[in-house]
RNA sequence: GCGCCCGUAGCUCAGCUGGAUAGAGCGCCGGACUUCGAAUCCGUAGGUCGCAGGUUCGAAUCCUGCCGGGCGCACCA
């Protein structure tokens, strides 16, 4: 709709220009928005005074030639030219009416768009190293790259999701190494184990089932061969631990990307061998350098050691490069944001292998703030002392869990409180949606079962509650809020969308019934209340959440 | 010391990339179920948008400097 609006000004401004009643052709973005206070009109520009410049008027005569040019018949009820030269539209209530058909035709595509014209996304997000469960924090990645993956391909961007594996290098090997000794220490060794392995009960179940499986066959072998074995056990099943609990979040990738296999391919070396070619790294100190401050990094970056091996940045680069390789357009990276000094390198070496960093973005998510009725839950890796994603999962619910996840811009921290996440009241949004779809639904049943009525495409005039266009308003914005959505990687805004649209509904309900004795009207409402039902199983789907019939 | 992010109601947070009188939930107080699901609704109170300057028709939003908090500054990943 704030398109359609936006359009309408543009139209009638150039028409302005052409009939010499402005005399600049020069047009500067212009924004719509939706005014606070109802007597601002529904919507307003403020054209006339980004304009002012430019055609050297005063804002409130550009408005006025402007709004000499707005089609009265269409859309529009009236206009008003407010304030310093604001342009207020009052729109006719058959606009809103609108809305209802609108809903009905796009069906489950409502408010989709192509916003991305089928330009090709990857989203890679979670990418855990495989030496632990996924803890919350993870999650709350798993949620925010997923859901914003849904949006882009929701706004007509074809995207696919993917995991990077980081299967190769040294905290592989000391994952494998924590698994043997535990394994040793079952078969009745005396060993010391380390402060710098892995602390984790997860390693000591897992040396008990090598244990059960091999005997003490490993003992017997150079403990290098010994370790590389316990190393690819352990990785094999945290790393199918991790598919499962994604999957159990209603989290699935496309593509799970191994590090190693640009190690096996020799990508990685190939890489090096490029950027060698282009003189973008140097020797120094017996080290392969990489100069990054040739690309706005502050220093200079190590890709190869000089013992000899690759840095995990050199595999990034390679990995990089890969994903262009692979046709990608645009790469949007999701990490924590203790990672964020990892950026201008990434950016530079993405300039540096011929490729344009603005087709580059990374979202950062802050930490989340692990809570138990408001007191600190301690989490380390190392230590082994964590709740698990799993662990949360469990005890709260996939649904809720994302939903806490996508109700906060992923740049502020989370605090994530396990009591609260499972209180089935209005503390606990992601209840307040959904309770939308379970009710909608519920009336939908009775009304075929008692009254039988289903929806239909009858007139929808009737409608003229004050909730009602208030319902009908909030269905317009959806499109205009998953175009932002989408244009800023923002997932939370559909999640305050939703509660906006929850609370509509409910005040509606409270103060209406849908099923009167009034048949034609009941059948109108009918017909709204199905459209908000849609909208509403339309934006949970983007976040990733179900839409219950019954709760 | 340098860099990134954040300071908005008692608490947790929105604020559509500069708009008009800054919003919501929770909490507090007071109301609404013999009627489509009360996991709901209605109402009251609550703010010098961290502080100080600057930019302009207009600033919570942009710039500068402070104050306070988080996170980074490896030949680790």
Not at 50 to 75: D, F, N, S, T, Y
């Amino acid at each position: 709709m704030k398109q359609t609006i936006k359009a309408l000004i543009e139209n009638a401004a150039l028409a302005a220009y052409e009939k010499g009643a402005l005399p600049s052709d020069t047009f500067p973005p212009v924004t719509v928005e939706e005014p606070k206070v109802e007597s601002q009109g529904d919507y307003a520009t403020n054209i006339a005074m980004v304009m002012a410049k430019a055609q050297k008027m005063a804002p409130r005569k550009i408005a006025e030639a402007i709004v000499a040019e707005i089609p009265v018949e269409g859309l529009v009820e009236r206009l008003e030219i407010a304030g310093p030269g604001f342009i207020n539209l009052f729109l006719k209530k058959s606009t809103w009416l609108t809305a209802i058909s609108r809903v009905e035709a796009g069906g489950e595509a409502y408010g989709a768009s192509q916003l991305g014209a089928g330009k090709k996304v990857q989203v890679e997000f979670v990418s855990a190293n495989p030496t632990g469960p996924l803890h919350v924090g993870h999650g709350r990645g798993a949620a925010v790259g997923d859901s914003t993956a849904r949006i882009l391909n929701f706004a007509g961007f074809e995207v696919d999701k993917e995991y990077y594996i980081n299967d190769s290098g040294r905290q592989i090997r000391t994952l494998g190494l924590s698994l043997f000794l535990r394994y040793k220490a079952l078969c009745g060794q005396t060993v010391e184990f380390p402060g710098d392995c892995y602390q984790g009960d997860y390693i000591i179940e897992m040396a008990r089932e090598v244990q059960a499986d091999k005997g003490e066959s490993l003992l017997a072998m150079e403990q290098d061969e010994a370790v590389q074995i316990c190393a690819r056990i352990a990785a094999d099943e945290i790393l199918s631990g991790i598919k499962n609990d994604l999957e159990a979040f209603g989290v699935p990738f496309d593509n799970w990307f191994s590090e190693q296999s640009l190690y096996d391919e020799g990508r990685v070396m190939e890489t090096i061998d490029e950027l060698k070619a282009k003189g973008t790294v140097f020797e120094k100190e017996g080290a392969l350098w990489f100069k990054a401050t040739d690309y706005d990094d502050e220093k200079d970056r190590v890709v190869v050691r000089s013992n000899g091996q690759t840095t995990y940045f050199a595999s990034d680069i390679a990995y990089h490069m890969n994903k262009f390789e692979r046709g990608y357009q645009r790469l949007i990276d999701v990490w924590g944001a203790d990672h964020h000094g990892y950026i201008p390198r990434i950016n530079a070496s993405i300039e540096a292998t011929g490729h344009n960093p603005e087709d580059f973005d990374v979202i950062l998510v802050q930490l989340v703030n692990l809570l138990r009725g408001g007191e600190p839950v301690a989490m380390s890796t190392r230590s082994g002392e964590f709740v698990t994603l799993k662990d949360v999962v469990d005890e709260v619910g996939a649904d809720a869990a994302r939903f806490i996840f996508l109700s906060r811009h992923y740049d502020s921290p989370l605090d994530f409180d396990l009591d609260l996440a499972k209180k089935k009241s209005n503390d606990n949004p992601v209840f307040y949606v959904q309770y939308v779809h379970a009710r909608i639904t519920s009336i939908l049943e009775k009304a075929k079962t008692e009254r039988n009525l289903t929806v239909s495409a009858v007139p929808t005039e009737l409608l003229s509650e004050p909730e009602e266009i208030t319902l009908m308003k909030a269905m317009l914005r959806f499109p205009d809020v998953v175009d932002t959505a989408a244009r800023l990687l923002e997932p939370h805004r559909i999640s305050y969308y939703l509660m906006d649209l929850a609370s509509a509904f409910h005040s509606y309900y409270n103060k209406h019934k849908v099923l009167t004795e009034d048949t034609h009207l009941s059948a109108a409402r009918l017909r709204l209340v199905a459209s908000v039902r849609q909208v509403i199983k339309t934006g949970l789907a983007l976040l990733g959440v179900s839409a219950p019939e019954k709760m």
